[in-house]
């Protein structure tokens, strides 16, 4: 019965949550729709992260390679034959790929398996390694990608980046995309295979000794990491429309760090909920980038304002709220009715408490 | 036939032997102590039989079956469970998935029922909920299921362990000093309760320890250890009375 009525409530938040979308797509201008969606692409990027390290314990910075690839994906499968010869100016592209168009539903399917193979074949050698080596392994791998994408000109257009790709992307996409990766890293991360990767994140000695294979369970944390990102990489490049390597460097991973730890490592809530703040905080914070004038002082404009006060609110974090916003802990229906239940107790004992106070009173009169 | 059987295993780490040419047979059903100095190398034994370390030389085989050289979670699966000197919990998970995760070995489903929930998998997740929860009565710690294992006092801590190695259904346990830190009525409680598994769980333990108490009050035999190499064996009166244990323990007197 409980667990019954908890996926009613998850049903209709669901269907709620669809018919803001709904009234987000058709009302708002096409700004805050862009804003909105790229909310969904960094939840998916926050959401993925935590799974590598909130849940499984292993530090890989190769997030922006993987986003990257998902990203050239699917620019590549949607831009229409015409469209790549206009790109290709300089050298034509593949020929394989000249004539390739897809729908987006398969493009996005594509850009993640491509990204989770690529994912496990560099996880492969690179897990045998522990805590920072992983790091610099990965975020290695992840400029070798982007290295790769700046020199490759026949498949990436180089440098100069891929224009005019499809806007398929819509809030029901990302969205989507956005909670199916939730539910699945979710349900996941509840199994068994998740109580073995959090065994590993705990201690990796004696998640051994249980008899947990290290390497299996590491790989699949990577490679359903990998996919999403993949899929999130394609719902960006065919939301901004525009793509060059140089919008995956490492920043990118930095961010995604970044806002899994402000959201709480292992909260997939914290994670939604951190993507969703910080897409709509740097946005607000745009005016300071730009030149501001307090009575005769005049501020120049300085582009990456932003990042400053981003890292002054990690630093924040950091010092004072070391478990981020929801540390491990998860939204759940329990918690929101026990919470609603406590505090229509409160107002009933106090309720209680007086009118037994008015009857003493009027008993002594 | 022997249930373990170590032959003539050397482990080096660089110029420094750590075990030298040791070799010793457990029979089903025994219990069994390995004892020694401080830096003698038990710890080093035990980690040789549950593949931590590969030996240099020699060769260790379970259930006729050679073992020397697997990786830990194979020798696991193989029918070896062992706890650790420094109490290894998982911190993120309850005392119910402490012992959850040790019957994660013999999960049949894939990952892609597990994520489904389909019926296989509910199937299997309902049984290790269940086993689980036997196996916290049947140690007296399925009042505490849901509390984080960093909250229980140390004692159950450790019993949390053995009980997280039951859950892989081995055959043989090791432990690597259960009574450490425990004061002399907790390290009585303990030699009971080691008692009663070996009895209940058709085990066969091979356990290290410091206290002689616990060592000499329930183990019918013991293997003396020092700087690597076998020096002793046999019940506990013969060990005690041993000189080369007493010269390990307490140095040859000048005047001898």
New interface residues.
Partial sequence: MKIKRNTLLTLAALAVFYGLLALAENTLNTYWVRILNLCAVYTIFAVTFNLIFGYTGQFSLGHAGFAAIGAYVGALLTLSPAQKQANFFLQPILPFLANVEMPFLPTLIIAGLLAALIGSLVAWPALRLRGDYLAIATLGFSEIIRIFLVNWQPLTNGAMGLKGIPEYTNLYWSWGAAIVTIFIVKRLIDSSYGRAMKAIRDDEVAAEALGVNLFKHKIMAFAVSAFFIGVAGALFSNLISTIDPKVFLFTLTYQIVGITVMGGMGSLTGSAVAASLYTIFLELLRPIESQITIGSLMIPGRPGMRMVIFSLLLLFVILFYRKGLFGQKEFSWDWLIGFLRGKNRKMKTSQTLGSTGAADKENKS | MSLLSLKSVIKRFGGLTAVNNFSTDLQPGELCALIGPNGSGKTTIFNLI?G?YAPTEGKIFFDDRDISGK???EI??AGI??T?QNI??????NVL?NV??????R?KSD?FS????LPG?MA??RK?HQEAYELLQAVNLAHLADKEPTALPYGQQRKLEIA??L??HPKLLLLDEPAAGMNPQEAEELMEFILHILKNFELTIFLIEHQMRVVMGICPRIIVIDHGEQIAEGVPEIIQNDPRVIEAYLGVTENA
């Fill in positions: 549950t931590i990786k830990p979670n696991t699966r469970a062992r650790f290894r919990l998982f911190k993120g998970l998935e959850m995760v040790g019957h994660h070995l999960l990952p597990a994520v489904f929930q998998y299997e997740d290790m997280r190695a859950a892989t």
